[in-house]
């Protein structure tokens, strides 16, 4: 504590000075060339939800009821601003909880755009 009341007498308070390269050491580098537009190139545009027709949801609704667990589907649903297509047994459809399970994919009734029993 000495050293540093004797720093402060000899020499004043610290004062930070701002520095144009200051935070130049925590600035991200490229290891990879080309790989910042290699992996902007592979983003995903996000679509817009399409809007269902009420013929096309009693379908759906038709189609949901026809189904068992264990069936084999294919699950077309939008999620993140994209059109899903997810294959797989049927695990659950939660009437509760407006969802179908999908393997362990948890999909909400409302998202779903398409489902159809595939042939094993």
């Not at 060339?33 to 902007?40: F, I, N, R, T």
């Not at 009693?58 to 899903?84: H, K």
Request: charged share 30%.
């Amino acid at each position: 504590m000495r050293d540093i009341k004797r720093s402060v007498a000899k020499y004043g308070r610290h004062v930070a000075r701002p520095h144009a390269d200051r935070a130049r050491q925590f600035m991200p580098f490229a290891a990879l060339k080309g790989y910042h537009e290699l992996a902007h190139s592979q983003e995903a545009t996000r679509i817009p939800r399409p809007e269902l027709p009420e013929e096309r949801l009693a379908e759906l609704s038709e189609a949901l009821q026809s189904l068992n667990p264990g069936d084999d589907v294919r699950v077309s649903f939008y999620e993140g601003g994209q059109r899903i297509t997810l294959r797989g047994p049927l695990s659950k459809v939660d009437e509760v909880a407006h969802s179908v399970s999908i393997g362990v994919k948890r999909i909400p009734l409302a998202s779903i755009l398409d489902i159809e029993p595939t042939s094993s």
